[in-house]
């Protein structure tokens, strides 16, 4: 099982970038996809995530600016970041959770979304 995010990049405030986290490996059923960030000595903290079945949950703080979608042909889950401020600057991860058996839990190794002010 791969996860494989990419679309990070360098990106002056107030602009977007299309993060995507590609699943291989596996069957995107009964499960969880989200995104999280980790900025420099800070904490991972959960961004968003798209279940199975479609349904959406955002962090108070990227709601309204950010964006998770889904195309289960693909396996593939995007995250749109529009506006986007200094503060958004991590690195970006993708997860992968199922809660039912099978069980399992995967991390992909990141993307880094740099906003410059």
């Known amino acids: 099982v791969q996860l494989q995010a990419s679309g990070g990049g360098l990106v002056q405030a107030g602009g977007s970038l299309r993060l995507s986290c590609a699943a291989s490996?596996?069957?995107?059923?009964?499960?969880?996809m989200s995104w999280y960030r980790q900025a420099p000595g800070k904490q991972r903290e959960f961004i968003a995530s798209?279940?199975?079945?479609?349904?959406?949950n955002y962090a108070d703080s990227v709601k309204g600016r950010f964006t998770i979608s889904g195309d289960n042909a693909k396996n593939t889950v995007y995250l749109q970041v529009d506006s986007l401020k200094f503060e958004d600057t991590a690195v970006y991860y993708c997860?992968?959770?199922?809660?039912?058996?099978?069980?399992?839990?995967?991390w992909g190794q990141g993307t880094l979304v740099t906003v410059s002010s």
């Open positions: 997860n992968l959770k199922r809660r039912v058996t099978p069980v399992y839990n995967y």
């Open positions: 798209i279940s199975s079945g479609g349904s959406t």
């Open positions: 490996g596996i069957t995107f059923s009964a499960a969880v």
